[in-house]
T-cell receptor
Framework: DAGVIQSPRHEVTEMGQEVTLRCKPISGHDYLFWYRQTMMRGLELLIY????????DSGMPEDRFSAKMPNASFSTLKIQPSEPRDSAVYFC?????????????FGPGTRLTVL | KQEVTQIPAALSVPEGENLVLNCSFT??????LQWFRQDPGKGLTSLLL?????REQTSGRLNASLDKSSGRSTLYIAASQPGDSATYLCAVSGSARQLTFGSGTQLTVLP
């Protein structure tokens, strides 16, 4: 299994531009999570999906952020317009509710820099 | 709101020492607790997961314990090696499965 796949690994953009981050969860997993990691705030949950349906988006910082999961094998996190304070590492994780232990498996992350 | 605290923030030990990392959480109504390892510039690797009904889990040189009633967990690393150098993160899961993370302990094992 290839694990959770994220793209791009690094993104540098200018303030005001649209940014789209992509995630492919582990095949068969029914939960998908988006997290953001910064030095100041650590790791924070942004949104998560169960069976492609958004369950809790209370961690999404503001309306500039949106996430979709059109099918079980793909999710996007979009920031429009981007701002310098959005600079962070964005992680995608997936898990399978059928496992007794519910371990979350993380992707390598996308390092976003907004100039 | 669940809050997770990890102490110490940083730890430096000589190779071969046994060490303990601490994690505390404010709401004991957790589903499980996970310990992760994060290497610089990398993603998170799950080390151990303890269900709320369990008291400990072991994997190789690692042993994690959970005292849900007091809101505490420890990660014990035996015979530490330079390759163990990383940031160790504790995270608790509520019934909705989302994780709340601590700020991590940065471990350096000196050869």
């Amino acid at each position: 299994d290839a694990g959770v796949i994220q793209s791009p690994r690094h993104e540098v953009t200018e303030m005001g531009q649209e940014v789209t981050l992509r995630c492919k969860p582990i095949s068969g997993h029914d939960y998908l999570f988006w997290y953001r990691q910064t030095m100041m705030r650590g790791l924070e949950l942004l949104i998560y999906f169960n069976n492609n349906v958004p369950i809790d988006d209370s961690g999404m910082p503001e309306d500039r952020f949106s996430a979709k999961m059109p099918n079980a094998s793909f999710s996007t996190l979009k920031i429009q317009p981007s701002e310098p304070r959005d600079s962070a590492v964005y992680f995608c994780a997936s898990s399978f509710s059928g496992r007794a232990d519910d371990t979350q498996y993380f992707g390598p992350g996308t390092r976003l820099t907004v100039l | 709101k669940q809050e997770v605290t990890q102490i110490p923030a940083a730890l430096s030990v000589p190779e071969g020492e046994n060490l303990v990392l601490n994690c505390s959480f404010t709401d004991s109504a957790i589903y499980n607790l996970q310990w992760f390892r994060q290497d610089p510039g990398k993603g998170l690797t799950s080390l151990l997961l303890i269900q709320s009904s369990q008291r400990e889990q072991t994997s190789g040189r690692l042993n994690a314990s959970l005292d849900k009633s007091s809101g505490r967990s420890t990660l014990y690393i035996a015979a530490s090696q330079p390759g163990d150098s990383a940031t160790y993160l504790c995270a608790v899961s509520g019934s909705a499965r989302q994780l709340t993370f601590g700020s991590g302990t940065q471990l350096t094992v000196l050869p």
